[in-house]
């Protein structure tokens, strides 16, 4: 899992460097001490994961996660958010402009790589006090008036696989409970984040989170799943 450090203090870049390098399976493929160049690193290196700061000057680290977002070929590319403060203000923003996770820098070493490895396989880690501040956010917003149009392009299964999705089910425990091959899950899995045109399931979360499908507080609708 090739790695990106993003960060605008060389102490810190060091220090993350220093964690990450004896990981088995996880390479700092390189560093960029601002979210402009992080933008153009990305273009020319393709990382697997990117470790994104938010305060940087130039260009801070939410506008670079929309261009990364958006850069063509850079669909693969995850997003971890670090940041120093667990009440940073920026979380929902960082989450919808297309992040994968959200975690603070004095988090144990081995919560960082295990950030990057279940952002590297579609999956997210957030900080139980980040996850709070999340859901705060989201029951202060109003929801989007009318029913998800995406929806519709859903085959049954992939309807059933996205209900299970958004209540925090993995793919191994969605092919237990709908009998199925865990490849043939990941596949729906694969096809909702193209119809839903989302990255991963952070992003799915949030999109049932916006159309009403789940309510803040609760682990989604008990929705029944076609036989």
């Not at 220093?18 to 390479?27: Q, S, Y």
């Not at 850079?74 to 009440?87: C, F, K, N, S």
């Not at 865990?182 to 045109?197: D, G, I, N, W």
Request: aromatic share 4%.
């Amino acid at each position: 899992m090739r790695v990106l450090i993003v960060d605008d203090q060389p102490l810190v870049r060091r220090g993350l460097r220093a964690t990450l390098g004896p990981e088995p399976g996880i390479r700092v493929e390189g560093e960029a001490v601002n979210g402009r160049e992080a933008v153009r690193l990305v273009g020319r290196l393709r990382p697997d994961v990117v470790l994104m700061d938010i305060n940087m000057p130039y260009m801070n680290g939410l506008e670079a996660t929309r261009e990364i977002c958006e850069l063509s070929g850079a669909e693969d590319v995850r997003i971890v958010i670090l940041t120093m403060y667990d009440e940073d203000e920026h979380v929902y923003e960082a989450l919808r402009s297309g992040a994968s996770g959200f975690i603070i820098k004095d988090s144990p070493p081995e919560m960082l790589a295990e950030a990057v490895r279940l952002a590297a396989l579609g999956e997210a880690l957030l900080s139980p006090s980040v996850t709070r501040r999340l859901i705060g956010e989201f029951a202060r917003r109003p929801m989007l008036a009318g029913a998800a149009p995406d929806l519709d392009q859903l085959t049954d299964r992939e309807l059933d696989v996205f209900k299970l999705l958004i209540r925090g089910f993995k793919n191994e425990d969605i092919a237990r409970m709908l009998v199925l091959g865990e490849s043939t899950v990941k596949s729906h899995v694969q096809h909702l984040y193209q119809k839903l045109r989302v990255r991963d399931r952070v992003q799915i979360v949030i999109y049932a989170y916006e159309n009403g499908l789940v309510q803040p507080g609760g682990q989604g609708p008990e929705y029944p799943v076609s036989g």
